[in-house]
Every structure is written in C-alpha cells, then in structure tokens.
C-alpha cells in the first residue's frame, strides 16, 4: 500500500474534515470512496483528528468525532465558530491557500469551503477564480490518468522523458508507486529499470507515456525521495559565493558549507550532469567561482565554457 508522507496526508485532512462535518452522517464508504483511501486509512485519520484543537486542549476545544452504524460526524471545535480579525494580507493568504486545498482530489467544489473563501475574497473585493491562480504544474492530464492508471493496476509505463540535468531526451520503462504534489510540480516515483533503482521523475517533464502489460510487486514500505540524490561516484564542486548568491544555500542540497567573511560563502555541491553545473553558474554570473572540483576536472571550467557557447550564438545572429 502507497505510503502519504507528512505533508500530503495533513492535505487529505484539511480537504476531508470540512467535507464530512458539513455532511449529515456520511457513511465510511462514501467516504472511502470520495478521497480514495481505505477504511483503515480512514479510521487513522479519525482517530488523529480526535485529538486535534486548539490551546488549553481540553475536552472542549478539541474536535468531536463520532463513528457509528457504519457513519461518521465531525463536529468542529467552538472556536472555529468565533469571529477572526485578519490583517488584508493575512485574508488573502487564506483565500490562496484554501483555494489550493480545493485542488484536492475529493474537496467539494461548492461546500463549506468553497462558499467561506467566496464570502472572504468577496470582502477583499477579489475573484478568487481570477485573482488567485494556483497552479500544480504543467502536467499532462493524459500523462497524469496513464500513471494513475499504472499504479491502480500495478502496470509497469514506459516515458519518453526530458532529463534536465543532463539535457537529453531517454526512454524510460518505471513501475509507478504513486505521483504527488509539492511545491507547484507533479512528480511521479517508482523503480526505474534503466538505472535499477527508485528513482524521481517531474510529470511536466515527461513528453508521452506508455502503459504496459508488464506487472509489478509494489515494495510495502517506500522511502521519501529527494530531487536529487547524489552517489558516491558523483563529482563534486566546491564554489565560492558572493553575498548576493546565498540564496544557493536555500535552493540546493549542498554537503558543506563555510563562512568566508564578509557575507561570502564556500559551499560543496555533488553534481548530478555537467548542463546543470552550466545552468547553474550562467545563472550565478560574476558572484560565484569554481575553487575545487573533486571527480571531474573539466567541470572547473564548466561556466567558462557555457558563457562561450553563448557569446558565439548571439554573435551569429
């Protein structure tokens, strides 16, 4: 069974308790089968939710949950029925982020949700619909229903699929485990059998996909996967930083980092392709420079050689 982490399982909450408690008794299986999970899974929720409210915690300020003849009621906590004061900022950062639990898959589109951010964005004077655009990606919906179906079926898909750190286009054959939301992108993780091993991919980046007939045993326990997770074989580049370049810190996993003086940096990167280092230093421009490569010795004129390229195209213009 596909494991939630953390962050999308407290998604599936925030989208399944309002849901249920503006219902009157809906049935575990109504339930089940709206958010796609199992009565397990449900019961879990539940029972995490019953222990949810606000400070000093007592009995009642946490929320009701009751589970009986096969039906379920959540009944809020009082303080969810008392008036906020927002700031305008602090309201138009609910609308937006309610706005994204109603890209759920199983949130009511036209619930108690849904009419509470209207009636907010309504007295910001906004168009939640037009002022608000949450956006989870560039995703294929095909692309996105053929691994949906692969996982259900447990069907191994083969991807023509764009690799942005090496800058080629592969081809690709996965068993999908399951595909997920973060951070504005779809991803999709599963058992690559070209590199023999669990691997990554960004759905956006995936140009057509494939099912297949070829099954799979999906592992029961599956380990959360970062973008990029480097090997022992990986070069690694050790590059100095400017201040204006300490964002690097917050947008890259790095293995060592040293204070310089000054607000510069000294920062050690494992390197998954030479095009991404390029990317990277192009980006970075006169406040970054390559002081030790370990591994890979071209990669210390790695942006020398991308600016070139560059140059020489817009001469040819």
Not at 52 to 73: A, K, M, N, S
């Amino acid at each position: 069974m596909t494991r939630l982490t953390a962050s999308e399982r407290l998604q599936r909450l925030l989208s399944l308790i309002p849901w249920v408690a503006a219902g009157d008794g809906p049935t575990v299986k109504e339930i089940c089968a709206r958010f796609e999970l199992g009565e397990s899974d449900l019961l879990a929720d539940l029972a995490l939710v019953s222990m949810v409210g606000v400070p000093p915690y007592t009995p009642d300020e946490l929320f009701d949950v009751v589970v009986e003849d096969d039906r379920v009621w959540v009944h809020l906590s009082p303080s969810f029925q008392r008036s906020l004061r927002l700031t305008p900022d602090q309201a138009l950062a609910l609308v937006a982020s309610g706005a994204s639990l109603l890209a759920v898959p199983g949130a009511d589109p036209e619930g108690a949700l849904a009419r509470g951010l209207a009636k907010l964005a309504g007295t910001l004077g906004v168009d939640p619909d037009k002022t608000v655009d949450v956006d989870l990606g560039n995703a294929s919906a095909e692309v996105l229903a053929t691994l949906r179906a692969g996982i259900t079926e447990r069907r191994s898909v083969k991807l023509d699929y764009y690799a942005h750190g090496r800058d080629e286009m592969t081809v690709r054959t996965i068993d999908p485990y399951r595909v997920y939301a973060d951070q504005g992108q779809w991803y999709v993780v599963g058992h690559d059998h070209l590199r023999e091993g669990e691997r990554l991919f960004r759905v956006d980046r995936i140009v057509a996909a494939e099912l297949l007939d070829a099954t799979f045993e999906a592992p029961e326990e599956q380990r959360d996967l970062g973008l990029f997770e480097p090997g022992a074989d990986d070069p690694r580049v050790t590059i100095e930083l400017e201040p204006e370049a300490g964002w690097v810190l917050d947008s890259y996993p790095y293995e060592g980092a040293e204070q310089l003086g000054d607000g510069r940096l000294r920062v050690r990167l494992a390197i998954s392709a030479r095009p991404w280092l390029e990317r990277l230093l192009l980006r970075l421009g006169p406040h970054a420079k390559v002081v030790e490569v370990d591994g890979d010795p071209t990669l210390g004129d790695a942006g020398t050689d991308a600016a070139q390229r560059l140059l020489t195209r817009y001469r040819a213009r």
